[in-house]
């Protein structure tokens, strides 16, 4: 993997450790599913150990913190790394009996539960892709409950659109690892009641993003690793 500005938002050695690993891992390998088959060991790892996260990444953020996420119903998505363009780490919390809008991702990963439950609707756009904005057409998938220790690959673009309800008493917490800046980037957001897909930016709660949704924004599947 190329050098690029990197930013630690988390300073911790496990953190650290790991991301030397998929650093290697990417120099080794030109395709993203090798990628991820390599990387799922030590992903597993990461997010079975419990001495690494902080609380403040495990729950929601205070009352009057500015929350510059976008993702909704009061949903944290903290970033914990990022190297510029190419690689992000972030902690994505859902409150009890709360579901992320149907979205997609655009870039290879790995996502893992950290703490609580969830239930995952996975889906599969059925229309010829050519709005961005507009008509959008989705099938469901896979259906699946998730716990602590669970995770699953990403790699568009299939398998790429999902929403989550946390089904625990307490938040979940999962751990996401993208090949992209993934909450400063332009992506989709659907309502699969409706046929429509919108243009959204779910940004960090604790970092703030340029507004990637101009007239110009191009959108994409990040997949290349270099």
């Keep these: 993997m190329e050098n690029a500005q990197e930013e630690y938002y988390l300073d911790d050695d496990r953190l650290r450790e790991f991301v030397t690993t998929v650093e290697r891992t ?11 088959s390599e990387l799922r ?3 597993e790892r990461l997010i ?4 690494w996260l902080p609380e403040r990444y495990r ?4 009352e009057d913190y500015d929350n510059r996420s976008d993702m909704g119903g009061e949903i944290a998505q903290w970033l914990l790394y990022r190297r510029e363009g190419k690689l992000s780490i972030s902690s994505l919390v859902v409150p009890p009996g709360v579901e992320t809008p149907v979205h997609d991702h655009l870039a ?3 996502v893992g539960l950290a703490q609580g439950t969830q239930r995952e609707t996975f889906y599969r756009r059925t229309d010829a892709r050519e709005h961005d904005e507009g008509h959008a057409e989705l ?3 896979e259906v699946q409950d998730a716990g602590p220790g669970d995770f699953y690959e990403l790699i568009p673009p299939e398998g790429d659109i999902h929403s989550v309800e946390t089904t625990s008493d307490v938040p979940s917490v999962s751990i996401h690892l993208l090949g992209a800046d993934i909450g400063c ?3 989709h957001a659907f309502d699969p009641d409706a046929d429509l897909v919108r243009l959204f930016q779910s940004g960090y709660t604790n970092v ?3 507004d990637a949704l101009g007239d110009e924004a191009h959108v994409h599947t990040h997949d290349t690793l270099h």
């Design 185 to 187: 980037i332009p992506r």
């Design 59 to 62: 729950n929601l953020p205070p």
């Design 208 to 210: 703030e993003c340029e």
């Design 26 to 36: 990417a120099d080794r390998h030109e395709g993203i599913p090798a990628l991820l």
């Design 139 to 141: 099938e469901v998938v």
């Design 48 to 51: 079975e150990a419990d001495d």
């Design 108 to 110: 290879w990963g790995l």
């Design 41 to 43: 060991e030590p992903f």
